[in-house]
């Protein structure tokens, strides 16, 4: 049977199924699973966007201007196309499919995400995930960082129809070379049809998304676009539908403390991100808390006016 969102049987290990809120960006379309109305947070994931898949025709592609972060790690990741990603560091990388571009933001960065001009002159598609992982309170005001990963240097795991890439921290037996400062875990997940795999079952908070095709757990399918969020304990299997599945996992442990999320900052702290808030609006590049991305410093994002009609709101 498929799982019906309005009920929620005592017996089954799901706590919550989330359906994204889909928007449409100009050609792509997005899926926005976290922050939602039933879950902000699977362990210190706080943001979660299925972007595409999406086909663009010559001159066509992504140019997303620059922006502010503080509070959290923003993580790329592609199954198609490519990004070209500046910050205010000096870093200039190109992401391609299976590496992992980790920016942490801590007091605060500013980068820019776009499809580069060689990609610009030919038909090209686009499809992968970004997330953000809230940082834990001791490092929100860390100096930020850049890590870039290739495919090659991520563990593979791969047994009984099961392949699967650990992108960040740690699951079964294996360990990303991504820099974590919290409990984590995320891979990239394909199975053949009828494969099945168990959930670790060493982390606190657990989520599926399933990318492409359906899973089965605990007699429940799950079809492409549901993120599940599971009893923390409890042992699970996943199973992969008559065509296979392309899944991401995700979760870890949750924060001890509040967050507060509003537009690209997240905090322990309202005031903190009162005053980033005040800092992007002063556009003191120069000697503020924010600079542009070298090569990228002729444009940005600013605060629409119905944004600041809007607050803060606590994530739990």
């Not at 926005?32 to 947070?41: E, Y």
């Not at 070209?84 to 299976?98: A, C, F, N, Q, V």
């Not at 001890?256 to 991100?273: A, G, H, L, M, P």
């Not at 002063?282 to 410093?297: E, K, M, S, T």
């Amino acid at each position: 049977m498929s799982w019906n969102p309005t009920q929620n049987p005592e017996n089954s290990p799901l706590e919550t199924l989330i359906i994204p809120r889909a928007r449409d960006l100009g050609g792509f379309e997005v899926r926005r699973a976290l922050p939602s109305l039933k879950r902000q947070l699977v362990g210190p994931f706080i943001f979660f966007d299925q972007v595409g898949p999406a086909e663009f025709i010559t001159d066509g592609g992504i140019d997303v201007r620059p922006h502010p972060h503080i509070g959290l790690g923003t993580v790329t990741y592609l199954y198609q196309g490519e990004f070209e990603h500046r910050d205010s560091l000096g870093t200039h990388k190109m992401i391609y499919p299976g590496e992992v571009n980790w920016m942490v933001a801590g007091r605060g960065v500013t980068h820019s995400e776009r499809t580069s001009e060689e990609t610009r002159a030919k038909r090209h598609s686009l499809f992968g995930v970004q997330t953000w992982i809230a940082l834990p309170e001791m490092y929100e005001d860390m100096a930020p960082d850049f890590e870039h990963h290739k495919q090659g240097a991520l563990p593979h795991i791969q047994d009984n129809g099961v392949s699967a890439r650990l992108i960040l921290g740690s699951a079964y037996g294996e360990t990303s070379p991504v820099t974590m400062l919290s409990e984590t875990f995320y891979l990239d997940m394909q199975l053949e049809p009828g494969a099945a795999f168990p959930l670790p079952d060493d982390h606190e908070d657990r989520g599926v998304f399933v990318i492409q095709g359906s899973v089965e757990i605990a007699g429940d399918t799950f079809e492409e676009g549901r993120m599940m969020v599971f009893r923390p304990g409890d042992r699970l299997s996943v199973k992969a539908g008559p065509f296979g599945a392309r899944l991401m996992l995700l979760g870890g442990a949750t924060l001890n403390e509040d967050r507060y999320i509003w537009w690209n900052f997240v905090s322990s702290s309202k005031e903190k991100i009162e005053n980033a808030t005040r800092e992007w609006k002063a556009a003191d590049w120069a000697n503020g808390a924010f600079h542009l991305p070298p090569g990228d410093d002729q444009e940005f994002i600013p605060i629409s006016d119905e944004l600041e009609r809007t607050s803060p709101r606590r994530a739990r």
